[in-house]
């Protein structure tokens, strides 16, 4: 999703009230330069770990607060710097209030995700994480987010607090809001040090859509590839296929990590696991959840694959997903054998049928060219992104795929898919397996041919090609459309 830079996301909070350390916004350098102490931020669209890459610095003298917004300043997609007053922390928390978009069983709400221990390094603490659920049209009161905190100093100031970052982060439609750290002062009231936001720009309330609004237009500035998505939920909009890619360049040694998140806690555990290392740099955004049919996750996953500059993929959700997790299978194994440039991948799987992707993956991933790991729901990200490294191949894999000629049995149009027959494959002329697979009666077997029953519908799950291949010799296979951008 787009994320709005530090100096944007204060506004937000500023206006719910949240306190905020003094800072001033600068894009050049002014006249009069800031009283130091201060900080010195580059304000980058979706910059991360920036401590780490020389993007935040402490100036002291005003020599040094004129050189480091001279060098800041021509960082590259720098749209300012912010300079912050000095504040005297005696302690840090974290804060972030994340969408969940539910799922079959659950309605969409909002997280609060709170750490007693903020700062850098938070992602490595993530046993200290207190994750309250909230209702998006009937919020909290600081009163029953005081009861969920255990036994920290000065309660209500903190619940308080928190409750208007829920409040900015319902207000807004935020998808994502963050404040790390957030710094408990001399007289034990709380202030935000840093902070950042993301947000879906078709969620944006239009009286609030100037405060998005970036320099240079980089709300609407969209890739080639998040077209291609576009056009892809245009012809298949049920459930979420979310896709954005980074605005940075890969920093040097830095592993390329495209992803395949799934729902809010998949993109969860990925910020959790992956927020602070300058090792790791994620390629884009991504969220398919919420019913996407295996059709789409597919042609998502193409788009996702197609990063020229990615060097694994990494695909996990909550470990708890309703989507069912063989025809996520069923399409993961497709987009590997049938993408141009399919990656080593890292490939977690949690939720309904999870046992069975498991065995699929187990059964096909001899066949692949890339070599796949699979992990099951209680391995907690963290252990994928320490074998991240160790998946990496020195040789980018390109194959070439051909859909395989037979003849058009029937064509679908949501989801959009066209079935192909090969008869050559089925010389008996007897019913293949993959027509009882079909969970919902659509494919049935008929004066010797496949044919589509009128009565039922293709949910498109894959699981009559991924019989077809495993079980029939190939009799039947599905072709689906993927746009340009990708082919
Ligand atoms: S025909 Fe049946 S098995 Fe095949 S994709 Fe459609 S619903 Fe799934």
Redesign the pocket.
Known sequence: MPALPEYKTRILLENYGVPMVPAVFLDQIPEVLPEPVVYLKAQIPGATSRAGRGLVRRASTENEIYTGLTELLTEQNCLGVLAAEAADIRHEYYAACLLDLGGSGSLPGGVLVFSPEGGTGIEKRTDSLIKIPFSLLDPPSAAEIKEKLLEVPNPDSLAEFLKKMIGTFIGYKLTVLETNPIAVVEDGSHLVIDCRAEFEKHGVPKKYAHLFELPGNTVSDTTPLEKAVESINADDPAGTGFFRAARNTVPEGAVAVATNLCGGGGKMLWEMATGGRTDIFTLNESDTSGGL???KSYRILRVILSQPEADVLVLTGSGMAFQNQY?LASAVWKALRESPSPLPSLLRFGGTDQEKAIQLMDEVSKDLPVEIRVFRPEIFPNAMIEQINSIVSENTVHQEFKAPEGELLFE?ATPP?R?VYHPEKNPGGTEPV?VA????G??VWKDSRIT?NPEA?????????T?SLLRDNGVLT?ELDLPEEVE
Do not use: D, M, V
């Open positions: 049919s295996a059709f025809h679908t898919a079935f993959c697979e079909c969970p919902t659509f494919l589509a519908k293709c949910i498109g799950c894959l699981a009559c090609e019989a599905i």
